[in-house]
């Protein structure tokens, strides 16, 4: 069975500070994605990742960053957070291939005080 | 970023009753996945379709790949309470689309309510 783990369920951060979401997937899946789920709004992208140290834009990357310094691991960074991040953050990966599904994490519900 | 027309927003149902929803879109796509995700988790994959026309069986579910490539249908049959959840549609654009291959556009989901 695939098995994207996100390092945490529940966080909770002030204004300001710099935030780091991390995802480590165990089925060396070269792609690997972040999105965001807010309610009505569905999942929309922020970041995704072909390979090691490459990463491209999403449809809403501002405000966030991204790290893959390794292929398992894609770490999702709000470099300084504000109130409109709060949101439940999806991590994915899947195989390189036209028909490979993504495989999601259980998701970190990030609040922003 | 564009977004998948899914229909209805939301339903409740009772127990034992057929479950129809489906999403829409203005331009073509080469891949249709359908995903459920329960409360607190994350999306889990149901079915993946790959053809148009193709109609794929997953238990009690059925989806298919629309003829014209840009509308796919997912069916439950004799809905059961742990059906519940919020089920997402998402589709993948041909390459000369642009964008990257594998990248997914979403649905906005359809929230299922079964009343036992």
């Known amino acids: 069975d695939v098995k994207v783990t996100q390092s945490s369920r529940y966080l909770v951060k002030r204004t300001g500070e710099k935030v780091f979401l991390e995802c480590v997937q165990d089925?060396?899946?070269?792609?690997m994605f972040w999105y965001r789920q807010d309610p009505g709004l569905g999942l929309r992208l922020i970041y995704f990742?072909?390979?090691?140290?490459?990463?491209e834009k999403g449809d809403i990357p501002e405000g966030y960053s991204v790290s893959r310094e390794k292929k398992e691991r894609f770490s999702l960074i709000l470099e300084s957070a504000s109130t409109n991040q709060t949101s439940m953050y999806l991590c994915?990966?899947?195989?390189?291939?036209?028909?490979?599904?993504?495989?999601f994490g259980d998701g970190t519900r990030l609040s922003i005080l | 970023g564009q977004q998948l027309n899914q229909s209805p927003q939301s339903m409740f149902i009772q127990e034992g009753e057929d479950v129809s929803m489906n999403c829409t879109s203005s331009?073509?796509?080469?891949?249709w996945l359908w995903y459920k995700q329960d409360p607190g988790e994350g999306p889990v994959l149901l079915i993946a379709?790959?053809?148009?026309?193709e109609l794929t069986s997953n238990g009690r579910l059925t989806a298919q790949f629309g003829i014209t490539r840009k509308d796919s249908f997912l069916n439950i049959s004799a809905s059961i309470p742990s059906d519940v959840g919020i089920y997402f549609c998402?589709?993948?654009?041909?390459?000369?689309?642009?964008?990257?291959?594998?990248?997914?556009?979403f649905g906005t989901g359809t929230l299922l309510a079964v009343q036992p």
């Open positions: 994915a990966s899947s195989h390189r291939g036209l028909n490979q599904p993504q495989h």
């Open positions: 089925m060396d899946h070269e792609n």
């Open positions: 990742s072909y390979d090691v140290k490459m990463k």
């Open positions: 331009s073509i796509f080469n891949t």
């Open positions: 379709l790959y053809k148009a026309g």
């Open positions: 998402a589709g993948r654009q041909p390459p000369n689309y642009g964008g990257a291959t594998n990248k997914l556009i």
